[in-house]
């Protein structure tokens, strides 16, 4: 008899979740059925800022696989359908479909709960106006595109200074407008420590954001329904494009209704097999917490490289298979202009809250042999557990070449391995691409003998 | 009382033994004589390619460290001075100062050799000509660019196709001659399995050099005592500069002289302390054998990175101190024109006669997201123990981006993980630097499907 798989939640970690079971089970023993709310499936948010810079022109390049993709792999892909509850009784999801308006109610066998993350919203009035912007949808981007086309903005102010908000500046500086960047933080990227976050700030403000930092925003004004200013600690600055980039929360009250756990980050909790509590639920992408595997702790990373390991572990698991998503580390990068960023692990107030006796370690070299055209300088972190010598983090900021030098790290963080382990490794060498002493194994030496 | 080291050899070996000791103990408890035959310490022989092609200008700026610098750190560093005999009895080397034309002995309480490597020489007739060089020393490269600077030679043959090979090619490729790289191998890059061997042929082939494979040079012939013709499998080409770049061996007659265990490679047997057969003799750089870490067995690797690690490690532990060399894994990474080249672990051929049941596994992507500008191809070959599952080692080859992505497999390779492992780190990702699954993970995952 055949059995029925229904994914809520049509991006990375559902249609992952989909297209892997679709490949190990044919089509008359499992039926797939996938709700998604929006009109786009499988895209890259993180493709967004581009799209806004003019980097990528077209949209649609920016979609994985559509939902005729999918469909030609099996899938019912049901799109613009909004599921609105679960019932493990009778083992049913109730749906809205938005375009038909009408609703109704479909049996599982196996359920995927992919319903990603919300955008947090600014407790700001005047939020409503024509010109403010959040970044979460393909739609955002594309409407941001068509502002700066038809609007011809001059100004604009951007709330967040993430990953995304960075981005969202850089993008819109790109395109000839004025930038004001503005958090409530000490510093841009709040996963960094503070030294470096201090070498950020001074780089983004270098290419020309206004970078305004433990400053929060009062209000949006607007005329004739188009925002005109935005009121930061009583000063009114120009704005006729306003972007919040304010980060996202776990989208897991759908499964919080129906029963099921929800940790203490709000995130959807899975084990490493990507279950939930309830049996035959599994849970994929940025609705769930899951496992650091150095604080030990739950976290909620809304990321889709996540998104995808995870998925394809609940495709593979909820058909009979055996695999394991065994966490995350926090591994990020992103650009600025030309300045590239990257961290991995724990931060140093990470590691103290974590309850290791973190040391931080800076060290400032180049990215290739000194003497060689285009050696630039990169600056290291490195956060080290002061009684083991166990390398608990790194962080990297520098021009090109420097930000994927954090995956090497993060493959020694993966591994615990120590910072004398890591001065050992063997890592390529020619003058093009590294001094004699690597960045990466210059850091661990000197921290080795800060050590002692 | 005060006790004398005495290192032979003022490269990357020795020095980083002396400047290490320097620096551990005071100038009145440890005297540090070193001793090198040419006229350099510390340079950067893995520069001299740059230097031909006027990527570098200056000759000094690949000195690491003056012999002026060195003796401003308390080293008595003697230039051409040429150890030729040490005496395990009473404790002395015997020295040939070349410049005074005078011998001497000098007594030891503690010795480093870092005789360093000879490049292996080409048994053809001819070779003594004007017009044909090595690549060894800094006196090579600046003899080739003045050649090139007052000869103007039209027809380069450059023999040999291993990674000083092909940086030569290209480097006189730049400088506007023809350029013919003869190689008995199969393959460029003895390094490399067959199959990425090939897809580097075909670069090397396409940016313009006449790379001939599977062919001997039979004779060089001379006009007027400098050289015109090579003569390969009885065909004559024209060629008004040679350069022959054939490797190395290690150079450890002097220590076998002596009675010090020399291995089976030719290299002096150390252990993981840098320690020689014979008491308080230690060795670094490129006369030393080394342990692979995979393959388990030793391996001569000249490369500046492991003689300056072992260079410390020997200078730590001959002031009393404990530090270990824990061995190598081969990695390499290179570049021609656009095109890079890395390597890590075990290829094919090696791990088989290493004792594996290896699986190669072949895996072409891109170095961004595919939709960003400046997305490259990237072809990967992954050696994996078809049993185990264990990564043993890994090939990259492709445009900017590639080759350090070796480091990440290099780490990978290091700490024995699988390609499950492997697929599920938590590895960087933003469009400019990565695609979703970046190609680490993906050719990882390709590995695990098809090892099934």
Same mark, same amino acid.
Request: hydrophobic residues 40%; proline residues 5%.
């Given at each position: 008899?055949?059995?029925?798989?229904?994914?809520?939640?049509?991006?990375?970690?559902?249609?992952?979740?989909?297209?892997?079971?679709?490949?190990?089970?044919?089509?008359?023993?499992?039926?797939?059925?996938?709700?998604?709310?929006?009109?786009?499936?499988?895209?890259?948010?993180?493709g967004i800022p581009y799209l806004v810079g003019g980097i990528v022109?077209?949209?649609?390049?920016?979609?994985?696989?559509?939902?005729?993709?999918?469909?030609?792999?099996?899938?019912?892909?049901?799109?613009?359908?909004?599921?609105?509850?679960?019932?493990?009784?009778?083992?049913?999801?109730?749906?809205?479909?938005?375009?038909?308006?009408?609703?109704?109610?479909?049996?599982?066998?196996?359920?995927?709960?992919?319903?990603?993350?919300?955008p947090i919203q600014p407790?700001v009035p005047g939020t409503d106006a024509r010109g403010v912007f959040g970044v979460q949808h393909?739609d955002d981007g594309i409407a941001i595109r068509r502002e700066i086309a038809e609007g011809r903005p001059k100004h604009a102010v951007v709330v967040g200074a993430g990953y995304i908000g960075i981005e969202m500046a850089e993008a819109l500086l790109s395109q000839g407008l004025q930038v004001t960047m503005i958090d409530r933080g000490?510093?841009p990227m709040?996963?960094?420590?503070?030294?470096?976050?201090?070498?950020l700030a001074?780089a983004i403000r270098r290419i020309g954001i206004d970078l305004r930092l433990?400053q929060t925003v009062d209000a949006l004004t607007s005329e004739d329904g188009h925002v005109r200013r935005v009121v930061v600690e009583?000063e009114e600055l120009p704005a006729d494009l306003v972007v919040f980039g304010l980060g996202?929360?776990?989208?897991?009250?759908?499964?919080?209704?129906?029963?099921?756990?929800?940790?203490?980050?709000?995130?959807?909790?899975?084990?490493?097999?990507?279950?939930?509590?309830?049996?035959?639920?599994?849970?994929?992408?940025?609705?769930?917490?899951?496992?650091?595997?150095?604080?030990?702790?739950?976290?909620?990373?809304?990321?889709? !490289?996540? +998104?995808?390991?995870?998925? /394809?572990?609940?495709?593979?698991?909820? @058909?009979?298979?055996?695999?394991? *998503? %065994? $966490?995350?580390?926090?591994?990020?990068?992103s650009r600025v202009c030309?300045l590239?960023?990257?961290?991995?692990?724990?931060?140093?107030?990470?590691? !103290?809250? +974590?309850?290791?006796?973190? /040391?931080?370690?800076?060290?400032?070299? @180049?990215?290739?042999?000194?003497? *060689? %055209? $285009?050696?630039?300088?990169?600056?290291?972190?490195?956060?080290?557990?002061?009684?083991?010598?166990?390398?608990?983090?790194?962080?990297?900021?520098?021009?090109?070449?420097?930000?994927?030098?954090?995956?090497?790290?993060?493959?020694?963080?993966?591994?615990?391995?120590?910072?004398?382990?890591?001065?050992?490794?063997?890592?390529?060498?020619?003058?093009?691409?590294?001094?004699?002493?690597?960045?990466?194994?210059?850091?661990?030496?000197?921290?080795?003998?800060?050590?002692?």
């Open positions: 008899m055949s059995e029925r798989l229904v994914v809520v939640g049509g991006d990375a970690g559902g249609m992952s979740a989909a297209a892997t079971a679709s490949r190990r089970r044919d089509r008359d023993s499992l039926e797939i059925v996938a709700f998604e709310r929006s009109g786009f499936t499988s895209y890259s948010a993180c022109h077209d949209p649609d390049t920016l979609i994985a696989r559509s939902p005729e993709e999918h469909r030609a792999h099996g899938i019912d892909v049901r799109m613009h359908h909004d599921v609105t509850a679960i019932d493990m009784t009778s083992r049913t999801v109730a749906y809205r479909d938005l375009g038909a308006r009408r609703d109704g109610t479909v049996g599982f066998d196996h359920l995927v709960l992919a319903t990603g993350a919300s407790d393909l000490e510093h709040p996963t960094l420590d503070p030294d470096m976050g201090a070498l001074n433990e009583g996202v929360r776990p989208s897991s009250a759908l499964a919080a209704d129906a029963g099921i756990t929800v940790g203490p980050t709000g995130g959807v909790t899975i084990d490493d097999h990507a279950r939930t509590s309830a049996p035959d639920v599994f849970a994929a992408g940025d609705c769930v917490e899951t496992f650091h595997r150095v604080s030990r702790e739950p976290v909620a990373i809304a990321l889709g !490289t996540h +998104a995808n390991k995870q998925g /394809r572990v609940a495709g593979i698991n909820l @058909t009979g298979g055996d695999a394991v *998503f %065994p $966490g995350v580390i926090g591994t990020a990068v030309a590239e960023v990257g961290r991995t692990g724990l931060s140093e107030a990470m590691a !103290t809250a +974590a309850g290791f006796e973190p /040391r931080g370690i800076r060290f400032d070299g @180049t990215t290739r042999a000194s003497y *060689f %055209p $285009g050696a630039q300088e990169i600056q290291v972190k490195l956060v080290v557990d002061e009684s083991s010598g166990r390398l608990l983090g790194a962080q990297v900021l520098g021009e090109e070449g420097a930000a994927k030098r954090i995956d090497v790290f993060a493959v020694c963080v993966w591994n615990e391995m120590t910072v004398t382990e890591v001065m050992e490794l063997d890592l390529g060498y020619a003058p093009p691409f590294a001094p004699l002493w690597d960045p990466v194994v210059a850091a661990a030496r000197v921290a080795v003998a800060e050590l002692g």
